[in-house]
């Protein structure tokens, strides 16, 4: 694998990631740990090779931003996954919205951040005090 900077450290998805991965795919096998750094590299080449033709597919629509669409477009040879990889898309989708509207609903209160600080003080104390 190639490195423009020299430092692959910069350039690799945490290892703890791919353990609980591995671990959740493969919960009854045990991996050496040469293999899981194997996976490791592996995981990382493939998403620079996605990245970088989606770029390219980006580039020549003359966008500045690489959406989902250039993702799917390059696919690598990986046509045969192009459902699996929408329906993927829907559920990440799907997430964010819930995490917006749950974030929202906060500010939907009508209650100013000051008071809810104080209100969470209040409750604070209260545990807090001996009985």
């Known amino acids: 694998m190639a490195s423009s900077s020299g430092?692959?450290?910069d350039l690799t998805i945490p290892r703890a990631a791919i353990n609980k991965m591995i671990k959740e795919t493969l919960p009854n096998v045990r991996v050496a740990n040469d293999a899981r750094e194997l996976v490791v590299n592996c995981c990382t080449e493939f998403i620079h090779l996605i990245s970088s033709e989606a770029n390219e597919i980006c580039n020549k629509s003359e966008k500045k931003t690489i959406?989902?669409?250039h993702v799917i477009q390059g696919s690598l040879g990986f046509?045969?996954?192009?459902?699996?990889?929408?329906e993927v898309l829907q559920e990440c989708k799907?997430?964010?919205l819930k995490r917006r509207k749950a974030s929202s609903r906060l500010e939907n209160l009508g209650i100013p951040e000051e008071?809810?600080?104080?209100q969470q003080q209040?409750?604070?104390a209260k545990v807090?005090?001996?009985e």
């Open 115 to 118: 008071e809810l600080l104080r």
């Open 79 to 86: 046509g045969s996954y192009i459902s699996e990889v929408k």
């Open 128 to 130: 807090s005090e001996p």
């Open 67 to 69: 959406s989902p669409e």
């Open 122 to 124: 209040e409750l604070f």
């Open 94 to 96: 799907t997430v964010a």
């Open 7 to 9: 430092n692959d450290d």
